[in-house]
């Protein structure tokens, strides 16, 4: 049945009938590289965007979980954004597994993006502070650290954290 269905999805790719019950069969047989595939094929069918970030979460959650294949959960997480830049539940399983793999240079990336994203002053000084220390003690670039916590005290000059931040790293620059 499931050679049917896949001649099936050949012969018209967007039959998402076909797809639905090769789906089925997936789970079934617990065919899980099988069916994280036609999942991310799903996702490609589908126009509604909601539609398309939920298969694309239950791809990644097998990735992760089941196959325990974490790059290619990178991989779908940054599809979701490529969908929706700032869809906060990828950029959050993004940063968690973005920790897990040590990768500080994409980690920033995500801590910016969180950064542009809050909605209030608080929420912003926090990804911000975060983002200060992955430059200054992952990524070893006191520089942009500077910056980044110069930021926070734009946003609000009283931060006793950000100044005392600010304070080492000014004393380890020399400055």
Known sequence: AAAAYVAALDVWPR??????ALEQLYLRRADYHNLVKLLLRKAEI???????????FRAAQ????VIEDLESAVGVFQHVLSVDDGDKAALDQLERLYIRLARWNDLK????????????????????????????????????????????MDLD???????QALDRLYQQ???
């Open 15 to 20: 039959d998402l009938d076909a797809a639905n």
């Open 46 to 56: 589908v126009d509604d965007v909601a539609e398309k970030k939920t298969l694309y």
């Open 62 to 65: 097998l990735y992760e979980e």
């Open 109 to 152: 990336n995500v801590y910016a993006k969180k950064a542009e994203l809050a909605t209030t002053p608080v929420e912003k000084k926090q990804m911000l502070f975060v983002l200060g220390q992955v430059y200054d003690r992952e990524l070893g670039d006191p520089e942009r650290a500077v910056e980044t916590y110069s930021s926070i």
């Open 157 to 163: 000059p009283e931060d006793y954290d950000a100044a």
């Open 173 to 175: 620059l020399g400055r």
